[in-house]
């Protein structure tokens, strides 16, 4: 995974599937991290299939119920870590993945507070 960072621009995208919501419930029953899965490939496939191949691109996807690909750990770990280089902060990954959980948690509420009246 950072070899990827070296060539080329990154491109990410974050998605957070539930894992409970009745458009995956078939999936999610297959397994931990099936659900992820099925969200990082979509993105490839949907969405940045026509991106040009001077970016690197790469799907980052958190089940709500914590799910998460190894490549995705990888890839903001690296990130963490070059934070970290350039701003002498060697919290960086962990303050990067505070941030994306809390991005979770402030989603789930807005979406229960909308759903859920």
């Not at 931990?32 to 690197?56: D, H, I």
Request: contains cysteine; hydrophobic residues 40%.
């Amino acid at each position: 995974m950072a070899s990827q960072l070296y060539h080329g621009l990154v491109v990410w995208d974050f998605t957070c599937p539930d894992t409970l919501a009745s458009k995956h419930l078939n999936r999610a029953v297959l397994g931990p991290g099936a659900v992820v899965n099925e969200a990082e490939e979509n993105k490839k496939k949907f969405k940045y299939s026509s991106l040009p191949s001077l970016y690197n691109f790469t799907p980052i996807a958190l089940e709500t119920f914590g799910a998460v690909r190894e490549s995705a750990i990888d890839f903001l770990q690296e990130l963490g870590r070059r934070i970290a280089n350039t701003t002498a902060e060697q919290r960086s990954f962990t303050f990067l993945v505070q941030r994306l959980s809390v991005t979770v948690q402030c989603c789930l509420h807005h979406w229960h507070c909308i759903v859920l009246p």
